[in-house]
Nanobody
Framework: QVQLTESGGGSVQPGGSLRLSCAAS????????MSWVRQAPGKGPEWVSHINAGGGITRYADPVKGRFTISRDNAKNTLYLQMNSLKPEDTALYYC?????????RGQGTQVTVSS
């Protein structure tokens, strides 16, 4: 069965960095788009970024552009999100999902809290 397991979240001060990972199993990871999505308390899901199968095409939501970097290691079946210059408004549950804009599978998520 398809499994997506995120890790790497935590609590950081504004301006700090975190690197999220998403370990995938149960499907051919290298065959399609993967995305990061976040959901802040009391808000709906917000697309953050996606990456194509080979890793050569990436897109970012405007609020994270220039601060976050998505990448993938198809040999390790792992998706990453490097988050720099974190802001309090980045506080959310971050999860990875299979797909580009619509998703058929998603992980449970990892919590990111940015606070001084």
């Amino acid at each position: 069965q398809v499994q997506l397991t995120e890790s790497g979240g935590g609590s950081v001060q504004p301006g700090g960095s975190l690197r999220l990972s998403c370990a995938a199993s149960g499907f051919t990871f290298s065959s399609g788009y993967m995305s990061w999505v976040r959901q802040a308390p009391g808000k709906g899901p917000e697309w953050v970024s996606h990456i194509n199968a080979g890793g050569g095409i990436t897109r970012y939501a405007d609020p994270v552009k220039g601060r976050f970097t998505i990448s993938r290691d198809n040999a390790k079946n792992t998706l990453y999100l490097q988050m720099n210059s974190l802001k309090p408004e980045d506080t959310a549950l971050y999860y990875c999902a299979r797909g580009m804009r619509s998703y058929d599978y998603r992980g449970q998520g990892t919590q990111v809290t940015v606070s001084s």
